[in-house]
């Protein structure tokens, strides 16, 4: 009865099957159901025991060639079944012709039923065909309704329906792992936001927090060898104040090491610090605890600036800018004793130091996990290559979900949040449903998202707290602000969470700029103070809706909030998406606290 959980491909199905029919028949009375077994094992086999039984030729190989000549069209030539195809050289305006030529090709309704992120969320030739041949499927069925696959089919339905249902094993729900609860969080962002709560008053205020490159960073003019096209694209960004103020007698560190260490170093001290100590944590109790400590981080100009400095060859340069000496130096300062490390997965880089904190509790590493991410931009070098990628925005905003939109603001920022497992604890303000991390693989090219993977992410997350799509009230986007990835994100919202009943998006990233490595954290801090105070802030550059965007939504209850509002269900349960553009992706869902 469990036939598909037991062998769940057709090659599985194929070796069972053939196992049961393979030995001569005895003179004991035939299996129940034998005919029905014999036949599928015949079709299964490609070679129906009735000639007739032959199922009828659907139009999904005619389609399969109409992907594959098109595709030689747009490109120029064939293409592997598993290349992705801007790999193979399509480029943005081939990838709409592509779109426009299968429309026409396919006929019919294909034009509304394509997508325009087509190749973003199909990038393969094999992809494209699975998803042309879904199209085709319901003609398929329909000319085969009567056919004796179609019975056989039927009948195996029945058969499995004949008996009540048996489930295989799943995999435990986080709940069932034990309950992890939000105790704890710090924050330092752009706009003089230094607390958790002041930064959710700024996301609260819709307020714009970015602006040009301050002096004490670098300067603007002339920056060298850098096309006015570029240079356009670096002005901007979301700085933190003062961070290169330090307390180093707080944290017992000489002068002499202070001067050396990379300033994301002495956030991570100070934030991590401040994380425990709102969790009520005093430093005698953490000295010696197993508390574990994740820190998402991926990049430092740290040590470009102290080569070119008086300190290049002090006793501590070899540690001052490096990335696991950040999440190190936070243990040992406190005397912490769980895991320690520092996670690079570029801009989901802190959803995955929570998703990795969560773990570790769940496995008994720590009793109290600390999850972290920072992003401090020093020096111009990095801003550039995102620029000359086109990456980044020339209007200097992150216009999310808006027409405008033209690429990322960089940001800067800080956070932390203090996890803990406890069924019921006074400090909690939010529980960890679910948190699921993943890969979106072969996408469209190494940086490019990709929607199916997007989708998949969303409902193994709901499906791992156990949660409805339905009961989503809040869901705080990657939300980058970039003309097709809001488009993208916004159609797998639409695939993965039709059903919800109101939804209200958006993204810090609009007030503050990509904080990057510290993004995720940002935007969960964000969601959890929002579903606490049962509001939704207002997309701070959202004037008029991206097309795209409109018509991703296009039947989904979800709101793009231009001013404060109200959440629409008492449920109070949001989630978070966090991607990297190494392809490592990331969403949590949380629900807030009684009384939180």
């Known amino acids: 009865e469990t036939l598909v959980f037991d062998y769940p491909t057709v090659r599985q199905l194929e070796a069972h099957v053939a196992s049961l ?17 014999m036949q599928l094992t015949a079709m299964l086999q490609g070679a129906a025991l009735d000639p007739a039984a032959r199922a009828p030729p659907t139009s999904v190989p005619a389609d399969r060639d109409a992907v594959r000549a098109v595709v030689s069209e747009v490109i120029g030539r064939d293409v592997g079944a598993d290349t992705p195809l801007m790999e193979a050289g399509l480029d943005s305006l081939g990838a709409v012709e592509l779109r426009s030529r299968l429309a026409q090709r396919l006929g019919g ?14 990038p393969t030739v094999r992809q494209l065909e699975a998803h042309v041949a879904t199209l085709a499927a319901p003609a398929a069925a ?14 195996l339905t029945s058969l499995l329906a004949s008996s009540p249902p048996t489930r295989s094993p799943q995999p435990a729900s986080i709940a069932a792992r034990g309950r992890v609860v939000l105790v704890g969080a710090s924050a330092v962002l752009p706009g003089g936001a230094d607390s958790a709560g002041s930064a959710w008053r700024v996301a609260a205020a819709g307020a714009d927090t970015v602006s040009e490159v301050p002096p004490e960073r670098w300067e603007l003019e002339p920056l060298p060898e850098a096309p006015s096209a570029v240079a356009l694209r670096v002005r901007h960004g979301g700085f933190v104040r003062g961070a290169e103020r330090f307390d ?4 017992g560190v000489s002068v002499a090491e202070a001067v050396t260490m990379d300033p994301q170093q002495r956030l991570v001290l100070e934030q991590g610090y401040a994380a425990l100590h709102a969790a009520h944590f005093d430093r005698t109790a953490l000295l010696g605890s197993a508390t574990g400590v994740a820190l998402g981080i991926y990049s430092t100009s740290f040590d470009a600036v102290l080569a070119a400095g008086p300190h290049a060859q002090s006793v501590y340069a070899a540690t001052a800018s490096s990335l696991s000496i950040a999440s190190g130096r936070l243990s040992y300062v406190l005397g912490l004793q769980g895991p320690c490390l520092a996670i690079d997965t570029a801009c989901s880089a802190s959803l995955v130091a929570l998703h990795s904190s969560v773990g570790s509790l769940h496995a008994r590493e ?16 990095t801003s550039l290559g995102l620029a000359a990628a086109g990456m980044t925005s020339a209007r200097g905003r992150s216009h999310t979900f808006d027409s405008r939109a033209d690429g990322f603001a960089r940001g ?22 679910g948190c699921r991390v993943m890969c979106d693989g072969r996408s469209a090219s190494l940086t490019a998202p990709n929607g199916q993977a997007q989708q998949a992410l969303l409902r193994a997350a709901l499906a791992e707290g156990g949660i409805d799509a339905a009961r989503l009230t809040r869901l705080e986007a990657h939300g980058t602000g970039t003309a097709l990835g809001d488009p993208i994100e916004v159609g ?9 009943a109101g939804l209200a998006a958006g993204s810090v990233k609009a007030n503050s700029g990509h904080a990057e490595s510290a993004a995720g954290l940002a935007g969960l801090l964000m969601l959890v103070s929002g579903l606490s105070q049962g509001v939704a802030p207002p997309n701070a550059q959202l004037r008029q809706l991206n097309p795209r965007v409109g018509a991703a939504l296009r039947g989904v209850a979800c709101a793009l909030p231009t001013s404060l509002a109200p959440l629409p269900c008492a449920d109070r349960i949001g989630g978070v998406s966090s991607f990297g553009y190494s392809g490592t992706i990331a969403h949590a869902v949380l629900q807030s606290a009684p009384g939180g």
């Open 248 to 251: 180093h007698r707080c944290f």
């Open 412 to 433: 800067e920022g800080c956070c932390a949040a203090v996890l803990v497992l406890a069924e019921d604890d006074e400090r909690a303000t939010a529980s960890v449903l």
């Open 366 to 381: 720590c009793t109290t996990g600390l999850a972290a991410g920072v992003n401090l931009i020093l020096l111009p070098a």
């Open 109 to 122: 309704d294909a034009e509304a039923a394509l997508p325009e992120t087509l190749v973003f969320d199909y």
């Open 492 to 500: 797998a919202w639409a695939g993965a969470l039709g059903s919800a």
């Open 142 to 155: 329909s000319a085969a309704a009567a056919s004796p696959s179609e019975a056989l089919l039927a009948g």
């Open 21 to 37: 029919v393979a030995p001569p028949q005895t003179a004991s009375a035939p299996p129940p159901n034998g005919p029905l077994l």
